[in-house]
């Protein structure tokens, strides 16, 4: 959220930083902070930041540097130019500069590009130039002010060339020299002809970078179904594989409408509770295996995992289904081993209820179309 105290601010720079997970403050001067992080995914705990004596290689120090939305970069700079996190910052690019946003300082950003395995040695890393001074600020901010009209242009002239593309969101780079476009298609798209307008009208070098659905619907948030934010607008960094065997587990009923998520693939969330599924159901007895009554023999219809009952029904009446617990069932199958047959299954039933079909249609083909 903005402060009240930057109501003078323009609106449209506000707005547009809000995109980046910052906020606006009222000055700047060189060795100043322009920008204070507010609820952003981007954020980081440094967990070295108190303890002394960190590593230093020779006079080069390491930071993270974030851009727009979920792009980060690392870089080195001098010791003697001690910056501080939340500054801004000019960094060396293929061509030109740009304007970034100082994420982690220190012995921490080895630990990161340890764990994101990146493979760019320390030593062939880009550089820090130095803080941002006021011009590149103005710079910068009137590049951001750019993005909006620039992407609806785009949209427009993608759309007169016929190109089966869809264009999500544009980057400007800080020295206003090059922008990134960033889109999501089906299959391959040849988009030269493109990219030579885009060069044409706005006069700058045209970089386009394809994303997956996922990464298109982190780009542009919304409210889940849950009524929250997405998880992939708000933290969620390194995306998983979501199957239809994860929805199976969980004992769903195959549904698209209600397992999919507003990028159409299926719901993120759906892996938060899966090892506690798999976990729980160990202690379940085999649901292919038939108990055997002298009134019939019954079959498995479902589970209720953290309950720990085992619905079934008699083969030949299926409608009602009852809930026997599952040290019971495994009574049951313990006995039937031994050639001996309980009486009716009513005698270890808990509950019953009439069954009813919960599939609404749907099947396991049209989940396997929303998996990754």
Request: hydrophobic share 35%; glycine share 6%.
């Amino acid at each position: 959220m903005i402060d009240n105290q930057h109501k003078n601010t323009d609106n449209n720079i506000e707005r547009q930083l809000i995109n980046r997970g910052c906020r606006l403050e009222e000055t700047y001067t060189t060795g100043q902070r322009v920008l204070s992080c507010g609820r952003c995914k981007l954020s980081q705990f440094d967990w070295l930041k108190d303890y002394e004596n960190q590593e230093i290689t020779g006079n080069v120090c390491l930071a993270e540097v974030r851009f727009k939305n979920d792009r980060k970069d690392y870089f080195t700079y001098a010791e003697d130019l001690e910056l501080e996190v939340g500054e801004l910052v000019a960094v060396e690019t293929a061509i030109g500069h740009d304007i970034g946003i100082v994420t982690l300082l220190g012995e921490i950003v080895k630990h990161q590009l340890k764990r994101k395995k990146y493979r760019t040695p320390i030593d062939e890393l880009k550089k820090i130039y130095r803080r941002a001074r006021p011009n590149d600020v103005e710079k910068w901010l009137s590049a951001i002010k750019l993005e909006d009209s620039t992407l609806a242009r785009t949209r427009t002239i993608a759309e007169n060339l016929g190109l089966e593309m869809k264009l999500n969101d544009v980057e400007y780079q800080g020295d206003k020299t090059k922008a990134i476009f960033y889109y999501t298609a089906d299959g391959r798209v040849d988009f030269r002809e493109l990219i030579k307008k885009l060069a044409e009208e706005f006069h700058i070098r045209i970089e386009m970078r394809q994303i997956g659905v996922r990464q298109e619907s982190a780009k542009l948030g919304g409210i889940g179904s849950c009524g929250r934010e997405l998880c992939c607008a708000s933290w969620i960094c390194d995306f998983q594989s979501v199957t239809t065997g994860v929805a199976r587990v969980q004992q769903l009923s195959p549904n698209p409408q209600k397992l999919a998520g507003q990028c159409g693939k299926l719901k993120c969330c759906l892996n938060y509770e899966y090892e506690a599924y798999v976990e729980a159901l160990k202690a379940f007895s085999d649901p292919n295996i038939v108990l055997h009554f002298e009134s019939g023999d019954a079959v498995h219809q479902k589970n209720d995992v953290f309950k720990g009952i085992m619905w079934y029904s008699y083969t030949t009446d299926k409608s009602n289904i009852m809930a026997i617990p599952v040290d019971k069932v495994k009574d049951i199958i313990a006995m039937n081993k031994k050639g001996q047959k309980p009486k009716k299954l009513e005698d270890f039933a808990v509950t019953q209820e009439a069954h009813t079909n919960t599939n609404e249609g749907y099947g396991e083909a049209d989940l396997k179309k929303m998996s990754d």
